[in-house]
Structure formats: C-alpha cells, structure tokens
C-alpha cells in the first residue's frame, strides 16, 4: 500500500509540474496571452497550495504524535488551528493564558521558541532544540525529530 501512494504521489506531483511549466512557458513566450498567464498564476498558486498543506498535515502529524508520547490528552487538538496551540501549551505545561501571547505581534515569536523548548524538554531532549525552530530549514526538521525520534 505504501509503494502504490508513493507512486501515486510522484505521478500526481509529475502533472502538477507539467502544468505549471506548460502554462509558465506560453506566458513566458511574451504572446501577450492573458490565458497564459492566468495558467501561470493559478498553476502558482495551486503549487504552494498543496506545499502549504502538506506541511500542515506534516507538523499536525508531529504534534499529535508528540501528544501521544507526552500522555498528553486530546491529541487530536493537532489538527484545529487555534486548538493546536492549546495542545502545545499543555504539552509544555504552560499556562493556558499564554495563547494570548501568541497573537502579539513580536512577543509570538518569543512565546513559541520558550513553548518549543518546554516541549522538547517534555520529550527527553536539550532544551536548545526550541531555538532552532527560527532556524528556517530546521523548524521542519525539529518537530519531526521531537515526534519520531526514542
């Protein structure tokens, strides 16, 4: 099952790709073609659609399963927007009125480093972990460390 959605995903993944270049290269062509590069914006958007939801499946997966590691309850609250922030907070064990932090311009950002490093050290890892989640590439990779790694 697992190489089929594999293959699947690669074929789906292939298409979307000769779409946009298709479409990128008639708007490209300087036809001025309105067509062409309304095909290209929407072939855009539908790619970073699809990235952003990938990525949201990505780290709710991470979440919940960092949840269910924690013993912590309603690990299903990964998957709602403002809940996943919730769930955050009581895995790190920090008061619920921080959520209200988390909508304060600049302070957010403070308030989710200090809330990535309790849940790594609610993990059993260094606490520094928390750090690296302003670090742009491994903000993807140290949720997926925190929730599969022993």
Do not use: C, H
Request: proline share 5%; no cysteine; glycine share 6%.
């Amino acid at each position: 099952m697992k190489a089929r959605t594999s293959v699947v995903s690669r074929l789906g993944l292939i298409a979307l790709f000769a779409v946009v270049l298709f479409s990128s290269g008639r708007a490209l062509a300087q036809e001025n073609n309105p067509m062409a590069a309304a095909g290209l914006g929407i072939g855009l958007i539908m790619v970073f659609l699809i990235i952003g939801a990938a990525a949201y499946v990505y780290m709710s997966l991470a979440l919940q399963t960092i949840a269910d590691k924690t013993k912590t309850e309603n690990s299903w609250l990964a998957w709602i927007p403002i809940a996943n922030l919730v769930l955050m907070l009581n895995i790190a064990k920090k008061p619920m009125w921080w959520i209200i932090l988390f909508f304060v311009p600049i302070v957010n950002i403070v308030i989710a480093i200090m809330v990535w490093m309790a849940v790594a050290e609610a993990r059993g890892k260094p606490s520094w972990w928390g750090i690296l989640t302003i670090v742009p590439v491994a903000n993807l990779i140290v949720p997926g460390v925190l929730a599969w790694s022993d």
